[in-house]
């Protein structure tokens, strides 16, 4: 690589890892509330169903963002929309930190949902569309891991808290408790997020399809060099030009036969089968997990910070995998590794005893063996599925339906997310943490099948080239 190849893809790095900060706020918002439900049970007298309502109310902005930022970055612009995230983060931070009631903090969590749901879509379509093709895996692979580092670092900031407070929901600074400060603290990477977005270029192809040709071969240039970007105008104009029109959701129809395109079922089919999974009940509730098998609350957060810290390291396997084996192999190689893992979780819990005070015992090494499947099934959720289904969503789709197909594909995958991450308190009491578990398992030897039968590879097509 000659030093101006070097220099350029140092600044194509610093575009992605600005972008991937949404990952980050994604991981955060998300992770959070993991360490916060006996302050949200304790402040707000919630049962249950009420604390999976609470738990679960960013779903519902995370599913509505989606949706809607997929078709906004095709009128604002993808950077546009991130600044919008940025924003809502930031509002969010302060609704949830000082939420005087459940529905004053359901409404708080809506709006970070929105801002998850809309970073969680663009900034992959973002990062793939100003990446070389032979690095846009693993370019694109980043944004899963900044969303564990997310992830951890709410987990490091709850058990921080916690443990300086004595608890927490004892009181910390100006006589707030500390589960309200996980939220606060959150505000302040939103405002770096927001002021670093400012930083960074426009998609060309945004830029192209809204007929700023000057400009996209501005950016082009910046990213590859003049010859390269006159290449990559003109092969952006020739993939537009049989449906050169303003994007719309009618273009998800197939001409031919009047129907969905196949290119978008299997795309919802991807972001569906990350979620029912059943990944969310780790992140979300780690810590109310761990303490209904008998961890301490100390334990409990400890445990989380070892399942992120496991999990980046797994975002680090793929991202050197991604653009060597590609896609499906990963995939189908983390199905079978989380549907062994979960299923011995599963085994695990039916080894336990309900005690009369509700908290399930597992005898013998049954815990660790429990801990150990847990966090493996973390590990092959990370090396595979997680960064790998926003690769191939952000890549996948032709360029005329990119931000049509990521509106339709986030929106079910946040709606998965939310019917499993709301359903989990209720199955804990029935039909059980075994039970519940096994069902997880069952969906991961299902996502095998769909792989094999559905999804094919794109490693190394230009997203020009992609097949709708």
């Not at 963002?65 to 078709?71: C, E, L, S």
């Not at 930190?97 to 929105?114: D, K, T």
């Not at 700023?212 to 950016?219: G, I, R, T």
């Amino acid at each position: 690589m000659q030093e101006i190849d070097r220099t350029r893809f140092g600044y194509i790095t610093t575009i992605v890892a600005i972008a991937t900060i949404g990952g980050f706020m994604f991981g955060y918002d998300s992770g959070v509330i993991n360490g916060t439900q006996k302050g949200l049970e304790t402040a707000f007298g919630l049962g249950s169903l009420g604390l999976g309502i609470n738990v679960g109310a960013i779903l519902i902005g995370c599913a509505v963002g989606a949706f809607i930022a997929g078709r906004l970055a095709d009128a604002i612009g993808r950077r546009g929309v991130m600044l919008a995230a940025a924003v809502l983060f930031l509002v969010s931070a302060v609704l949830t930190g000082i939420a005087g009631s459940s529905a004053e903090f359901i409404a708080g969590r809506i709006v970070g949902g929105l801002g998850v749901g809309a970073a969680s879509v663009i900034a992959p379509v973002y990062i793939s569309e100003v990446v070389p093709a032979d690095r846009r895996g693993r370019l694109s692979s980043i944004q899963q891991v900044m969303i564990i580092v997310g992830l951890t670092g709410s987990f490091l900031t709850n058990f921080a808290l916690a443990r300086f407070a004595g608890g927490s929901t004892f009181e910390l600074w100006l006589g707030i408790p500390a589960w309200r400060w996980m939220f606060l603290i959150e505000g302040v990477p939103a405002v770096i997020y927001f002021f670093a977005l400012l930083l960074i270029p426009e998609s060309p192809r945004y830029l192209v399809i809204k007929r700023h040709k000057e400009k996209a071969l501005e950016v082009l240039t910046r990213l590859f060099g003049r010859e390269a970007a006159l290449a990559r105008v003109k092969e952006i104009e020739r993939s537009l030009a049989a449906d050169h029109h303003r994007p719309r959701f009618s273009d998800l129809i197939d001409k031919t036969s009047g129907r969905v395109r196949k290119i978008v079922w299997v795309g919802i089919g991807l972001a569906m089968f990350q979620q029912l999974v059943g990944i969310n009940v780790v992140f979300y509730y780690g810590a109310t997990l761990w303490e209904a098998v008998g961890f301490s609350e100390d334990q409990a957060l400890q445990t989380n910070v070892l399942s992120g810290v496991l999990s980046i390291s797994a975002c680090l396997v793929a991202i050197g995998l991604v653009d060597r084996i590609g896609r499906r192999p990963l995939l189908k190689l983390g199905s079978i590794g989380m549907a062994l893992a979960l299923a011995t979780v599963a085994w695990a819990f039916f080894s336990g005893t309900r005690m009369p005070g509700g908290e399930l015992v597992l005898p013998g090494n049954s815990a660790l063996i429990a801990l150990v499947a847990a966090n493996l099934y973390v590990v092959f959720f990370n090396a595979s599925w997680g960064p790998i289904m926003w690769v191939m969503l952000g890549e996948m789709f032709p360029n005329q339906i990119r931000g049509s197909g990521l509106a339709v594909a986030g929106f079910a995958q946040w709606i998965a997310n939310a019917v499993v991450s709301v359903s989990f308190p209720s199955l804990v009491e029935w039909p059980g943490l075994a039970l519940s578990y096994v069902g997880y398992s069952l969906f991961a030897v299902l996502s095998y099948v769909f792989v094999r039968m559905a999804v094919h590879e794109t490693n190394g097509i230009e997203l020009e080239d992609m097949a709708g």
